[in-house]
């Protein structure tokens, strides 16, 4: 049997001739890998359980979408079958192609092979990666510097989470979800934060922190790593060349000082590295995506490129979407949408929004994300929610796992000290907003409340 990189090379030499197929195309990390064979004139094709606005963007660059686990409609002349983690073990298709023996590769697996051989920067960390990842691929792009992007979100400047380039250097994000990112061997890495998740995964948090410090040994001589300062177990993160970043911190290696905000945006300066580049401009919303852009810019000044090109890109990026994403912005009305889906991105959301808009009632409309990390950071959830004027819950998105006996969003609501709480179905909730109207809404979450931000726009904007 041929190896993922040996059979890469033959798709993309004999293009249109030879095909690959996803299990569960219209992830997030999976719809770029398939965006990076589209480009490359492969062809595609793919399952997902659901026909997602993504999935239908998919079909209309060319893949070929089914949406039930019927083995009549998989493609089996498929050179390499590539499966998310995500998908179950019982899943028809996949033990189809275990069963012919087929080569049948993760994501990450593939995702290392395309990068094996080039310059690569990768960005991990268990919030703010995405983030980070899109800002340091979008200075590069706008600068002209180029680069080849594979993203976990879709970057608002270009729709897409990927795009290619002449230039051999790779901008991906590094995901630490089934130990993927250790499939990766970054020239520059940044690591954003190690605050334990997915501990259905690694057991422990320790084991987890483990698993950054082994993300880090893979860091290429005279690599360089980029870490946010204050990081548990930072002293045994490894890398040839090691830098700290913050925002206002001067114990860091590099951070933003005289920061203002202004309607919603940031002015800053960023010191690094004996100079100073004054008056940065970013027009997205939350002090951690000050921090977040500290670390992007020094990606950048390690690139040689120009300080007043990185200030234009900087100045140009208009975000991810589903984070810190202004869905309503005017004067007498604000509606925010995040991906927020563990406790200190939740917690980074509500006190930058709430630091912004301080004159006005904040409510919150929270949709927890698996049963397993409800009931790990329900005590977590509920300290952070607090914080918020009112809490509007929605049950748990259970993704890929089965329910869990007394795990639920009532376990939040329990613990929390708030009384202006509640739970709701999405009917309820879209009739109590339109009752009541608040004027700074935050939806968040990383399962389908998405599919919510429409309708309920609509309701607020109803004169």
Same mark, same amino acid.
């Given at each position: 049997?041929?190896? *993922?990189?040996?059979?890469?090379?033959?798709? &993309?030499? +004999? +293009?249109?001739? !030879?095909?690959?197929?996803?299990?569960? &195309?219209?992830?997030?990390?999976?719809?770029?890998?398939?965006?990076?064979?589209?480009?490359?004139?492969?062809?595609?094709?793919?399952?997902?359980?659901?026909?997602?606005?993504?999935?239908? +963007?998919?079909?209309?660059?060319?893949?070929?979408?089914?949406?039930?686990?019927?083995? #009549?409609? $998989?493609?089996?002349?498929?050179?390499?079958?590539?499966?998310?983690?995500?998908?179950?073990?019982?899943?028809?298709?996949?033990?189809?192609?275990?069963?012919? /023996?087929?080569?049948?590769?993760?994501?990450? @697996?593939?995702?290392?092979?395309?990068?094996?051989?080039?310059?690569?920067?990768?960005?991990?960390?268990?919030?703010?990666?995405?983030?980070?990842?899109?800002?340091?691929?979008?200075?590069?792009?706008?600068?002209?510097?180029?680069?080849?992007?594979?993203?976990?979100?879709?970057?608002?400047?270009? @729709?897409?989470?990927?795009?290619?380039?002449?230039?051999? &250097?790779?901008?991906?994000?590094? @995901?630490?979800?089934?130990?993927?990112?250790?499939?990766?061997?970054?020239? $520059?890495?940044?690591?954003?934060?190690?605050?334990?998740?997915?501990? @259905? $995964?690694?057991?422990?948090? #320790? /084991?987890?922190?483990?698993?950054? $410090?082994?993300?880090?040994?893979?860091?290429?001589?005279?690599?360089?790593?980029?870490?946010?300062?204050?990081?548990?177990?930072?002293?045994?993160?490894?890398?040839?060349?090691?830098?700290?970043?913050?925002?206002?911190?001067?114990?860091?290696?590099?951070?933003?000082? /005289?920061?203002?905000?202004?309607?919603?945006?940031?002015?800053?300066?960023?010191?690094?590295?004996?100079?100073?580049?004054?008056?940065?401009?970013?027009?997205?919303?939350?002090?951690?995506?000050?921090?977040? !852009?500290?670390?992007?810019?020094? *990606?950048?000044?390690?690139?040689?490129?120009?300080?007043?090109?990185?200030?234009?890109?900087?100045?140009?990026?208009?975000?991810?979407?589903?984070?810190?994403?202004?869905?309503?912005?005017?004067?007498?009305?604000?509606?925010?949408?995040?991906?927020?889906?563990?406790? #200190?991105?939740?917690?980074?959301?509500?006190?930058?929004?709430?630091?912004?808009?301080?004159?006005?009632?904040?409510?919150?409309?929270?949709?927890?994300?698996?049963?397993?990390?409800?009931?790990?950071?329900?005590?977590?959830?509920?300290?952070?929610?607090?914080?918020?004027?009112?809490?509007?819950?929605?049950?748990?998105?259970?993704?890929?796992?089965?329910?869990?006996?007394?795990?639920?969003?009532?376990?939040?609501?329990?613990?929390?000290?708030?009384?202006?709480?509640?739970?709701?179905?999405?009917?309820?909730?879209?009739?109590?907003?339109?009752?009541?109207?608040?004027?700074?809404?935050?939806?968040?979450?990383?399962?389908?409340?998405?599919?919510?931000?429409?309708?309920?726009? #609509?309701?607020?904007?109803?004169?």
């Amino acid at each position: 049997m041929k190896t *993922v990189s040996e059979i890469l090379e033959l798709l &993309i030499t +004999k +293009k249109g001739s !030879a095909s690959v197929y996803f299990l569960g &195309i219209g992830g997030i990390g999976m719809s770029a890998l398939a965006r990076y064979f589209l480009n490359a004139g492969v062809t595609v094709s793919g399952y997902d359980k659901t026909p997602t606005a993504l999935c239908r +963007k998919l079909e209309a660059e060319g893949a070929v979408i089914h949406y039930e686990d019927n083995i #009549e409609f $998989i493609d089996k002349e498929a050179k390499l079958v590539i499966y998310t983690p995500a998908v179950p073990k019982d899943h028809l298709g996949l033990n189809w192609y275990l069963s012919h /023996n087929y080569t049948v590769a993760k994501r990450s @697996d593939v995702l290392g092979a395309i990068t094996a051989t080039g310059f690569n920067i990768c960005i991990a960390g268990t919030h703010g990666k995405t983030t980070t990842s899109t800002m340091v691929a979008h200075i590069l792009r706008h600068s002209g510097y180029g680069c080849n992007a594979f993203l976990g979100g879709i970057a608002v400047n270009y @729709d897409t989470n990927f795009w290619a380039s002449d230039n051999e &250097i790779c901008v991906a994000e590094a @995901d630490e979800y089934d130990r993927s990112f250790l499939k990766l061997n970054p020239d $520059i890495a940044i690591i954003s934060s190690m605050d334990a998740d997915h501990l @259905d $995964i690694y057991g422990t948090a #320790e /084991n987890m922190e483990q698993a950054f $410090i082994a993300f880090t040994e893979n860091i290429r001589p005279r690599g360089v790593l980029i870490s946010k300062y204050g990081l548990q177990r930072s002293s045994e993160l490894k890398a040839p060349v090691h830098y700290s970043y913050a925002v206002q911190n001067t114990d860091a290696d590099i951070y933003a000082t /005289n920061i203002e905000v202004d309607n919603g945006s940031y002015r800053f300066d960023v010191r690094l590295q004996g100079k100073c580049i004054k008056a940065v401009q970013l027009n997205m919303g939350g002090m951690h995506n000050v921090e977040n !852009a500290t670390a992007a810019i020094a *990606v950048a000044v390690q690139l040689g490129i120009d300080e007043a090109k990185i200030k234009a890109a900087v100045a140009g990026f208009k975000g991810v979407k589903r984070r810190f994403e202004y869905i309503i912005k005017t004067g007498t009305q604000v509606m925010i949408d995040d991906y927020a889906h563990h406790p #200190e991105e939740l917690k980074a959301l509500i006190t930058g929004a709430k630091a912004m808009f301080a004159d006005k009632k904040c409510t919150v409309v929270f949709q927890p994300h698996l049963y397993s990390r409800t009931k790990d950071h329900a005590a977590g959830f509920a300290e952070v929610l607090d914080e918020a004027d009112e809490v509007m819950l929605l049950p748990v998105y259970p993704a890929r796992e089965q329910p869990m006996e007394g795990v639920s969003s009532y376990m939040i609501l329990e613990k929390m000290k708030h009384k202006n709480a509640q739970v709701f179905t999405k009917q309820s909730l879209l009739n109590q907003l339109k009752a009541t109207k608040p004027e700074f809404l935050i939806t968040a979450g990383a399962g389908d409340i998405d599919t919510l931000v429409g309708p309920i726009k #609509e309701v607020l904007e109803e004169r």
